[in-house]
């Protein structure tokens, strides 16, 4: 079955980058449907990051398209998300998960804490 | 952006009783209306999808209804697993949005 897995530095700096990979297992990303990160600061809600089509047109949520950057490796069946000059606000569980056009996240990874702090 | 209002911020109720949860979009999201669970620790579950429709698994006791902008998930009899929070979504426009949740909690 399908299966996504993140991975990552659990602690970033402030004004460093973010830079999660999430591995995907079950299924080629090539193939077909959206791939997506989502976040959720501790306590909080969930927020859209942005998504990732198989063709490579990308997708960002404007709060935060100045300083993210989702991009694919076929060759590796994975997709990355690079979030750039990261504060505190930037603490949260990272998900990735695949999705239809019409938004519904079937598959989800396990979540990954990422927590901005020197 | 579309922005998604979920009433109520918590539903205190006690199993076997019906829950009512409201999901409301600035504008309309025609049909593009997806319903989620969360427990602790855990990534979301999808429940519903495009309004109406049941996930894979997805008990029949769970159900969503609407369209436009006033959509609602409902569970007709509260069983112990379904005290999460619950989330909307959409994705008829983007950027996705997601409504801030409503908890239900045991009474």
């Known amino acids: 079955q399908v299966q996504l897995q993140e991975s990552g530095p659990g602690l970033v700096k402030p004004s460093e980058t973010l830079s999660l990979t999430c591995a995907v297992s079950?299924?080629?990303?090539?193939?077909?449907?959206?791939w997506g990160w989502i976040r959720q600061p501790p306590g909080k809600g969930l927020e859209w990051i942005g998504s990732?089509?198989?063709?490579?047109?990308?997708y960002y949520n404007p709060s935060l398209k100045s300083r993210v950057t989702i991009s694919v490796d076929t060759s590796k069946n994975q997709f990355s998300l690079k979030l750039r000059s990261v504060t505190a606000a930037d603490t949260a569980v990272y998900y990735c998960?695949?999705?239809?056009?019409?938004?519904?996240?079937?598959?989800w990874g396990q979540g990954t804490l990422v927590t901005v702090s020197s | 952006e579309i922005v998604l209002t979920q009433s109520p911020a918590t539903l205190s109720l006690s199993p076997g009783e019906r829950a009512t949860l409201s999901c409301r979009a600035s504008?309309?999201?025609?049909?593009?209306l997806t319903w989620y669970q969360q427990k602790p620790g855990q990534a979301p579950r999808l429940l519903i999808y495009?309004?109406?429709n049941r996930a894979t698994g997805i008990p029949a006791r769970i159900s969503g209804s609407g369209s436009g902008t006033d959509f609602t998930l409902t569970i007709s009899s509260l069983e112990p697993e379904d005290f999460a929070v619950y989330y909307c979504?959409?994705?008829?426009?983007?950027?996705?949005?997601f409504g801030q949740g409503t908890r239900l909690e045991i009474k």
């Open positions: 998960a695949r999705h239809v056009a019409s938004g519904e996240c079937y598959y």
């Open positions: 079950g299924y080629s990303i090539s193939s077909g449907y959206y």
């Open positions: 990732i089509y198989h063709s490579g047109s990308t």
């Open positions: 504008q309309s999201v025609n049909s593009y």
């Open positions: 495009e309004a109406s």
């Open positions: 979504q959409q994705r008829s426009n983007w950027p996705i949005t």
